[in-house]
Nanobody
Framework: VQLQASGGGLVQSGGSLRLSCVAS????????MAWYRQAPGKQRELVAR???????EYADIVKGRFTISRDDAKNTVYLQMNSLKPEDTAVYYC????????????????WGKGTQVTVSS
């Protein structure tokens, strides 16, 4: 199983980016999906999470600016980031809790390699 994140880049303050994270493999279904980020010298932090029934959770610092969504048919989670600020600069990582069979009681967490987001002032 591989998670491939994309959509990062360099953007000016106030701009927007849309991140995507696609899981490949023989996937049965997914529980939670999430985006984290890690800035230089800081710990990795949760940015947003979405459950299998669509409930969302956001870090306070991104509420109202970022939107997480998912497309289970495509095994993909998205992060729409608007009104970006220089402090949003970080490597963004996705994870997905995946099952590969109807017999899997517990989902396993997989991480993508990260995509760099840089916001200039």
């Amino acid at each position: 199983v591989q998670l491939q994140a994309s959509g990062g880049g360099l953007v000016q303050s106030g701009g927007s980016l849309r991140l995507s994270c696609v899981a490949s493999g023989n996937i049965f279904n997914a529980d939670d999906m999430a985006w984290y980020r890690q800035a230089p010298g800081k710990q990795r932090e949760l940015v947003a999470r979405i459950t299998s029934d669509g409930k969302t959770e956001y870090a306070d610092i991104v509420k109202g600016r970022f939107t997480i969504s998912r497309d289970d048919a495509k095994n993909t989670v998205y992060l729409q980031m608007n009104s970006l600020k220089p402090e949003d600069t970080a490597v963004y990582y996705c994870n997905q809790e995946l099952r590969f069979s109807v017999y899997d009681v517990h989902a396993m967490i997989y991480w993508g390699k990260g995509t760099q987001v840089t916001v200039s002032s």
